[in-house]
């Protein structure tokens, strides 16, 4: 009977001990919990020169980035697709699979935020294994031929 009323007393404090943790031990549990509802942030952009056209819808969620990116030239093909990559400092790398003439393709694109405008990133590129990359990043010019400019997203 004696042990059956230790038990009980000892099982009684355990559980008031866990259900009374100090706000420190509440914030400190939290902290090392991983962020399952990483924050999506939405931001969409515009090119427009002459009769040129282009668009590029941007979601950013923490360092990744997934979007849609359209271009639309006269008198050259028009191409449609997808981007995926990464967001570093004010630099987003990313593959463009795009569809032009029936033909599905990838390519790195990359841009650099300047002010509120994305200017798109050229220079020297070469097939591997199937996609478009660049050969030296470090030779990459960011000139003011397609600078898109923010606008409202639909």
Do not use: H
């Amino acid at each position: 009977m004696k042990s059956s009323i230790l038990l009980l007393i000892a099982i009684t404090g355990l559980l008031t001990a866990c259900q009374n943790k100090s706000p420190e031990q509440k914030i400190d549990s939290l902290a090392t919990a991983p962020d399952t509802a990483a924050v999506v942030d939405k931001a969409c952009y515009a090119y427009i020169k002459n009769k040129d056209t282009a668009s590029l819808s941007l979601k950013k969620a923490g360092n990744a980035v997934s979007g849609e990116l359209d271009y639309n030239f006269y008198e050259k093909d028009k191409n449609s697709g997808t981007i995926t990559g990464m967001i570093k400092g004010d630099t987003i790398l990313a593959d463009y699979t795009f569809n032009a003439e029936g033909t599905s393709s990838v390519r790195e694109v990359i841009f650099i935020k300047k002010g509120d405008q994305l200017a798109e990133g050229y220079g020297p590129m070469e097939d591997k294994g199937g996609k478009t990359v660049f050969t030296d990043k470090a030779k990459i010019k960011f000139g003011d031929f397609v600078s898109f400019s923010p606008i409202p997203c639909k």
